[in-house]
Structures are given as structure tokens and as C-alpha cells.
């Protein structure tokens, strides 16, 4: 299999699990999406570590977090990203996935506007002409939903400002991600500390378990 076909599928899966996570927080609704988001951040951490000391490339993350300048970018893209799990675990507990889902359509092209502005990319005419009509669908969807599309756009920003911060770390993603939840943690924990495990009781029953 070549580069590009297995880019290709791992697209393809990425997107499915993306897609079938708006399901899962949908089983959730009966719990405040800032203690989804701290579980989701904490298991990350915890996952992401893991995969880390398996690969022996834990050396790598402990040398990232002891630099100081590193762990400013990394603070900056958590705090987008951050804001960017949280509005959509909200967005699909407060039944608005439509808009969520139009975010990650408005995404590829704030993405490039942004390439071009912070790093001076190039479009060729045909890629020129696939933006347009990209563009063009999101304003018929956008006029479709019949509101203001600020849940869209909030994500949509916040996704592509975290890939141009991203861009200035040369570390591999598992690395980065790693660290990204581990400097979350902290509130993280202080979230569930303070809420404990309340609601999560109820998750068997909502599976019909």
C-alpha cells in the first residue's frame, strides 16, 4: 500500500470515529459536558502514555515538558483545542451537532486562509476552484440552518489556530497530544475531584445494560 493510500484510510477511519463520538456524547446528556471533557482528557492522558512507555519514546515527552519555550506553544494549542472538545461535547448534549459538524466543514477552509496568510502557501487554480465551491456549499448550509452559525465558526477558528500553532512544534503527534492533555490534567482532575463520579452511575442504564 502506498503513502497516499494509507493517508487516505486513515482518513477515512479518523472521520468514522470522529463521526460515531457525536453518538457517544449523546448517551451523555445527563452529564455537564466540563466532566465528559475532564474523563476525556484524564483516560487520554493515561491512553497516550501508555502507547508512549510501549514505544520507548517516553524519554521524548519528558524532554519536551522541560522546555520552556515547547511548553508555551503547547499551553497555547491546549487552549484552543481545549475549547474546541468542549463546545462540541456541549453542542451535541444541547442537540446543535448540525452546526458542530458544519464547524468541521467551515475548518479546511479557515485552514487555508490561514496557510496563506501565516505561511505564505500556494493555491493551484484547481485547488482555487475546489475552495470556491467548498465556500459556496457552506454558505447554502449556513443559510440552511437559519441561525447565526456561531457555534461553527467558534470551532471551526479554534481547530485551524490550533493546527498554526501546531505547525511551529516539531514533535511527532502522539508526543505532542501526549502532552497537550498531561498540562490539562491538573483542571482536569480538580474538575472530577470536585464532581466525583456523579452521573456516570447512570451510563450502564443509558446503554440498557
Not at 46 to 67: H, I, K, S, Y
Request: charge should be positive.
Amino acid at each position: 500500500m502506498t503513502d497516499a493510500a494509507k493517508g487516505v484510510c486513515a482518513m477515512i477511519v479518523a472521520c468514522t470515529m470522529w463521526g460515531l463520538t457525536g453518538l457517544f456524547y449523546k448517551l451523555l446528556t445527563h452529564i455537564p459536558p466540563m466532566q465528559v471533557l475532564s474523563h476525556r482528557i484524564l483516560w487520554s492522558a493515561v491512553f497516550f502514555t501508555c502507547v508512549l512507555a510501549l514505544q520507548g519514546r517516553f524519554n521524548l515527552l519528558a524532554g519536551v515538558l522541560r522546555d520552556w519555550k515547547q511548553v508555551r506553544v503547547l499551553a497555547l494549542a491546549t487552549a484552543m483545542i481545549s475549547v474546541n472538545w468542549f463546545l462540541f461535547i456541549t453542542s451535541v448534549q444541547i442537540e446543535r451537532a448540525t452546526e458542530a459538524s458544519l464547524g468541521y466543514y467551515i475548518f479546511p477552509l479557515v485552514s487555508v486562509v490561514l496557510g496563506r496568510i501565516f505561511f505564505a502557501e500556494q493555491l493551484s487554480r484547481a485547488q482555487g476552484l475546489a475552495i470556491a465551491l467548498a465556500a459556496t456549499a457552506v454558505v447554502v448550509l449556513t443559510w440552511g440552518l437559519g441561525v447565526a452559525p456561531w457555534i461553527s465558526l467558534v470551532l471551526a477558528f479554534s481547530f485551524a489556530f490550533y493546527g498554526v500553532v501546531k505547525k511551529r512544534l516539531d514533535l511527532g503527534p502522539v508526543v505532542s497530544v501526549t502532552a497537550e492533555v498531561l498540562l490539562l490534567a491538573p483542571l482536569a482532575l480538580i474538575v472530577v475531584a470536585s464532581t466525583g463520579f456523579s452521573g456516570f452511575q447512570d451510563v450502564g442504564a443509558t446503554w440498557g445494560c
